[in-house]
């Protein structure tokens, strides 16, 4: 018996994971991995369209994350990581045929309430973006991430908190084929991570300048647990790391130097594959090429009915 598709979407642009990201969803993503026919999708194409002057960057961060996942325990063996510009002649026609049931104000909407849609001018032009949005950014955020996922025919979707969004995407997609079209799709099942997001080392929600690394070098590591003085974060960061019975324990506990190195041990010791396990560009390519020879076949199965109900023969 085939296993149901669980997929897996994550932007790359910012490159090397940190803590934030590997507490909340990837770390989760390996532990059920294997229950499922796993895709992991790295939307590099996205990062291009919203960072236009990062451009040069975005392969060098693409192939950290990918990196990153195979250091998590992500298994390339049994699974597959995949990049949307590797796949893009793959998806991009089914997006085309979503978007005939979308209409120009909900996606409109949508890109409104977007990161790139509330740029004031200058924050647009700082990014390398033009005064005006083009045809690709307002379809492409708003609608790429949804088709991907529908066209890989996901029982299920997972991914960072940030995601969910998409769920409601899909919902629109599926409520207007099956209204227009009279063709029924599933809506992928959302899996949440068990710590949606976690805050960083100055007791703050975590993002780039205030996180720790996956691939920390040893000291910077220790450095920065030596730094924090929240006692919940430590906490927050045990339950993460399925280790409840430690984050208990410093209730009764002040937060000594002595409480700090055990912890320290304890996330050094996590996190040492990332430190130590450098892959060489050929590997990475090589994953994420075998990657996309595996799920090619599956853009085909989803794509002909939907050809059908639109009466394209």
């Not at 099942?189 to 975590?206: A, Q, R």
């Amino acid at each position: 018996m085939s296993k149901k598709i669980l997929v897996s979407a994550h932007n790359p642009v910012t490159g090397p994971r940190h803590l934030g990201h590997y507490f909340g969803a990837m770390k989760s993503l390996v532990e059920c991995q294997y229950e499922y026919n796993t895709i992991v999708v790295l939307d590099d194409l996205l990062a291009h369209y919203m960072y236009p002057k990062e451009r040069e960057y975005i392969k060098n961060r693409t192939l950290y994350v990918v990196q990153d996942f195979i250091n998590s325990g992500f298994d390339i063996e049994k699974n597959n990581i995949v990049l949307t510009s590797d796949i893009a002649h793959l998806f991009l026609e089914h997006m085309l045929y979503y978007s005939t049931v979308i209409d120009v104000e909900y996606c409109n909407h949508l890109h409104q309430n977007s990161f790139l849609g509330s740029l004031k001018s200058y924050q647009r032009k700082e990014l390398g973006l033009t005064n005006y949005p083009s045809v690709t950014e307002w379809l492409y955020p708003q609608m790429g991430i949804a088709s991907m996922v529908l066209s890989l025919g996901a029982e299920y979707f997972q991914g960072g908190e940030e995601i969910i969004g998409y769920i409601y995407i899909m919902e629109e997609i599926i409520e207007n084929l099956k209204l227009k079209n009279n063709l029924s799709i599933n809506v992928p099942e959302y899996i949440p991570s068990k710590i949606g997001y976690i805050n960083g080392v100055d007791g703050t929600y975590m993002i780039q300048k205030n996180c720790v690394f996956l691939g920390e070098e040893i000291g910077t590591l220790k450095k920065k647990i030596f730094e924090i003085n929240d006692k919940r974060v430590f906490q927050e960061w045990y339950n993460s790391l399925h280790k409840e019975e430690k984050s208990k324990d410093l209730n009764s506990k002040e937060l000594s130097n002595l409480v700090k190195e055990e912890f320290f041990e304890t996330l050094a010791k996590e996190l040492k594959p990332f430190r130590e396990n450098k892959l060489s560009n050929q590997f990475l390519l090589e994953a994420v090429e075998k990657g996309k020879n595996n799920v090619s076949g599956l853009f085909a199965e989803t794509l002909t009915p939907l050809k059908d109900s639109l009466k394209i023969y």
